[in-house]
């Protein structure tokens, strides 16, 4: 949250910018997921369109493991 921390110092952290950024990282903000999805082992299918960027929006999918 910009408020709390307007430096987003978690996400330099994450990324390990700006000294060496891992461009092959994501973060996965403000997801919703049903109160029917137990809780288990998954795959998650996080697909992300090409686009040049610093965010895009994202479709997760997840399948369950178990």
């Known amino acids: 949250d910009q408020e709390d921390d307007p430096k987003l110092s978690s996400h330099h952290h994450f990324f390990a910018y700006p000294g060496k950024p891992r461009k092959n990282a994501t973060i996965t903000e403000l997801i ?5 999805i ?10 992300v369109p090409s686009i040049a960027s610093d965010a895009a929006p994202s479709r ?3 399948y369950a493991l178990e």
């Open 32 to 36: 919703y997921v049903p109160n029917d």
């Open 38 to 47: 137990t809780d288990g082992l998954y795959l998650l299918n996080l697909q």
């Open 60 to 62: 997760p999918c997840l």
